[in-house]
């Protein structure tokens, strides 16, 4: 199992650009989450997808688009960048009301995604 | 709302010498706790997690946290670190009936020979 995957790694964008971050986990989890990570404030939550056809705003979701394309897939899309939004963005997933009680409550995350916006 | 504060920014350690990072949290409910890993460059990894039952939790690479209701804590620690210890360390909470994880500002642990 490859876990969680997000493309690209890293990205560039000049102010006003557009960009699609993609994220896809093959555990069958029915939950999935993008957050962004800036040093000393942890991580925030941008959007979330309880399950597969539902997405709701998180802590910080101004700026920012989701869609929950299917089980697997979840994108984050900038539509217009602005230097703010230079940071790291991690994608994560988990199964919180599943039978296994081993992982119950886990979140599994991506690599993350390291974009700059000048 | 819950919140979670790590009372340390950076740890600075030496190689064999123990650690303890220090966790609070507040919530109107109960709640479950959470401590993350990350390495540099590269996701999160869940290092140990309290759901319920005994209160000393221990998790993957030696290290163990204790939960403390009273005082709200949720404290980190390792008898011995590695330099292969050297990272960022998260403390995360849900509550009860939620899934959602609210995260703390991270603590850096520096390991030096």
């Not at chain 1, 957050?35 to 942890?42: A, N």
């Not at chain 2, 600075?12 to 609070?24: D, I, K, S």
């Not at chain 2, 221990?58 to 292969?84: C, D, Y």
Request: aromatic share 12%; glycine share 8%; hydrophobic share 30%.
């Amino acid at each position: 199992n490859a876990g969680v995957t997000q493309t690209p790694k890293f990205q560039v964008l000049k102010t006003g650009q557009s960009m699609t971050l993609q994220c896809a986990q093959d555990m069958n989890h029915n939950s999935m989450y993008w957050y962004r990570q800036d040093p000393g404030m942890g991580l925030r939550l941008i959007y979330y997808s309880a399950s597969e056809g539902t997405t709701d705003k998180g802590e910080v979701p101004n700026g920012y688009n989701v869609s929950r394309l299917n089980k697997r897939e979840f994108s984050l899309r900038l539509e217009s960048a602005a230097p703010s939004q230079t940071s790291v963005y991690f994608c994560a997933s988990s199964d919180p009301y599943g039978l296994q009680s081993v992982t119950k409550r886990e979140q599994y995350f991506g690599p993350g995604t390291r974009l700059t916006v000048t | 709302a819950q919140s979670v504060t790590q009372l340390d920014s950076q740890v600075p350690v030496f190689e064999e010498a123990p650690v303890e990072l220090r966790c609070n949290y507040s919530s109107s409910v109960s709640v479950y706790l959470f401590w993350y890993v990350q390495y540099p460059n590269q996701g999160l990894q869940l290092l140990l997690k309290y759901l319920s039952g005994s209160t000393l939790v221990k998790g993957i690479n030696g290290f163990e946290a204790e939960f403390n209701k009273s005082q709200t804590s949720f404290h980190l620690r390792k008898p011995s670190v590695h330099i292969s210890d050297t990272a960022e360390y998260f403390c995360a909470v849900t509550p009860w009936g939620d899934y959602k994880l609210s995260f703390g500002a991270g603590t850096t642990v520096t390991v030096r020979a």
